[in-house]
């Protein structure tokens, strides 16, 4: 069986802990709760022959005070960026973390969450930043982690992607 750990990173109340759990317990709560440090979760999928447990890190989020420690991804098979549709500097957030994160550790998988999908019409990210990013390699995936769209998905293709 194969483990391979995940960091969940961006900032403050963008969805990664709602995105966990959401993809390990297949729960949502309104109620926000801070992250302070990091939080671990596992789950265990099938990807191709291999049995894979993911050790999912959820690490606290990142604002004008605090920075992502970026030695937490030491080890680490890749991460997920996680900016919130509806609040356009999460994605400066996101785009900040991944310079820092390929400086730290190299080049690793990684993927763009753009979540609270289910508020599409209040997205405040325009669609041609997203698509110059895309333009650059990176793999975006819109999810929700209240209704549970794409979530499940976007776990398993970024589990396929760490695997290789």
Not at 34 to 56: S, Y
Not at 96 to 107: L, N, T, V
Not at 118 to 133: G, Q
Request: proline content about 2%.
């Amino acid at each position: 069986m194969l483990q391979k750990k995940i960091c969940m990173l961006g900032a403050f109340g963008v969805g990664k802990t709602s995105l966990v759990r959401r993809f390990v317990d297949t729960i949502f709560s309104d109620n926000y709760l801070t992250t302070v440090g990091v939080k671990l979760d596992k789950k265990t999928l099938a990807v191709g022959a291999e049995t894979v447990n993911l050790i999912l890190w959820d690490i606290a989020g990142e604002d004008d005070t605090s920075a992502v420690r970026t030695t937490y991804l030491r080890g680490s098979a890749g991460y997920l960026l996680v900016a919130d549709g509806t609040r356009a500097s999460t994605l400066d957030v996101a785009c900040s973390i991944h310079s820092r994160a390929e400086a730290e550790i190299g080049r690793v998988p990684f993927m763009l969450l753009v979540n609270k999908c289910d508020l599409r019409s209040e997205w405040a990210i325009p669609e041609s930043r997203l698509d110059e990013l895309a333009a650059l390699g990176w793999t975006i995936r819109p999810t929700s982690a209240k209704t549970g769209e794409s979530v499940e998905a976007a776990f398993q293709e970024f589990a396929e992607r760490a695997v290789r």
